[in-house]
């Protein structure tokens, strides 16, 4: 039987920075729940504590298009900045990774 990642949420009471988190990932893979996500994004919500937890369970590169997309408007500045430019990092990152295998299996 399917579990209702909702309903798994609101029975745990788990911290809003992690339920934020948990369902980006599910609109990664599903559909976005946007009335959960603009309610946790609109109440007291620890933008630090949630960047924090991005870094530690390094979800940002998945998690960075939803939030960018659907509650941009709601996060600190300086917390969006540091999110943003973590992402860019992390693309040249990927960028640079990928020009260096091209380069090995073009040899």
Do not use: G
């Amino acid at each position: 039987m399917e579990t209702d990642i909702r309903s798994t949420i609101k029975n745990n009471s788990i911290p809003k920075e992690l339920e934020l988190i948990l369902l980006c990932l599910n609109a990664a893979l599903h559909q976005i729940d946007e009335d959960r996500l603009n309610t946790i994004s609109k109440s007291n919500f620890n933008w630090k504590k949630f960047n924090d937890l991005l870094l530690n369970q390094r979800v940002l590169p998945i998690i960075y298009p939803i939030i960018n997309s659907k509650c941009r408007k709601d996060i600190e500045k300086s917390v969006f900045n540091t999110i943003h430019q973590f992402y860019i990092r992390n693309a040249a990152k990927n960028l640079y990774y990928t020009s260096v295998l091209h380069k090995i299996l073009d040899f």
